[in-house]
């Protein structure tokens, strides 16, 4: 098996013999630009995915358009959107898109469910990467339900981890689960309590402390 996977996942360097020989058969490598679609909702999933470099954004599109981010996967994650599918045989029932370059490491199904079969080992790594990722998206479930939109905005803000940054309404709106003219109100009200300062496709924050109180 190629060091360059085994380095991002070394759980799998920790199967037997004859699991690391199945794997190394099968598994391959490729690679995608920034912005290719990597599933599309309806699309029938080809492999379980483990992320080697970049990051990929999954996301739900509503029937007016509206986009909501679930989650990104990094480098060094699965995608809890593939190992559903192929545990349930289904298609896809949201989108993934990369957001940089990325190399992606890919287990065909067949490969992979046999691997489920034979191996405790592997099973353990696959079962515990989906419950980590299943308790992030029902955290995310509860802060949309139960949390203000503007305690969520300020937190996102926050979390660029910038003073500045270049950011559209419109990806604020996907992130949140909103539309862009409710996220230009609450960040107009934000600019006029003094905590940030708008500009053209970017956002400065002047008072983090205000931001941070808001929670």
């Not at 909702?41 to 492999?47: D, I, R, V």
């Not at 029937?63 to 545990?87: H, K, N, P, Q, W």
Request: hydrophobic share 40%; glycine share 6%.
């Amino acid at each position: 098996m190629q060091k360059i996977i085994t380095d991002h996942f070394p759980e799998l360097d920790q199967l037997s013999e004859e699991s690391r020989a199945l794997l190394a058969q099968g598994i391959y490598i490729t690679k995608a630009s920034a912005g290719t679609v990597m599933f599309s909702e309806g699309s029938e999933c080809k492999g379980y995915v483990m992320l080697l470099e970049g990051t990929v954004r999954v996301q739900k599109t509503s029937a007016d358009g509206r986009e909501f981010v679930l989650y990104r996967v990094e480098s060094g994650e699965s995608c809890v959107m593939t190992t559903t599918c192929l545990i349930s045989d289904d298609e896809y029932v949201a989108e993934g898109i990369a957001e940089t370059d990325i190399i992606v490491a890919t287990i065909p199904p067949h490969v992979f469910n046999q691997l489920l079969q034979q191996s405790d080992q592997f099973s353990r790594f696959v079962f515990e990467v989906y419950a980590k990722r299943m308790s992030m998206l029902m955290m995310l479930i509860e802060e949309v339900v139960f949390q203000k939109l503007d305690i969520r905005l300020a937190h996102l803000l926050l979390d660029k981890n910038k003073d500045q940054f270049e950011i559209t309404h419109q990806d604020l709106a996907g992130e949140l689960g909103s539309v862009r003219e409710v996220i230009s109100r609450q960040l107009k009200v934000f600019e006029r309590q003094g905590l940030i300062e708008l500009g053209r496709g970017l956002i400065q924050i002047l008072d983090r402390q205000g931001l941070q109180a808001l929670f």
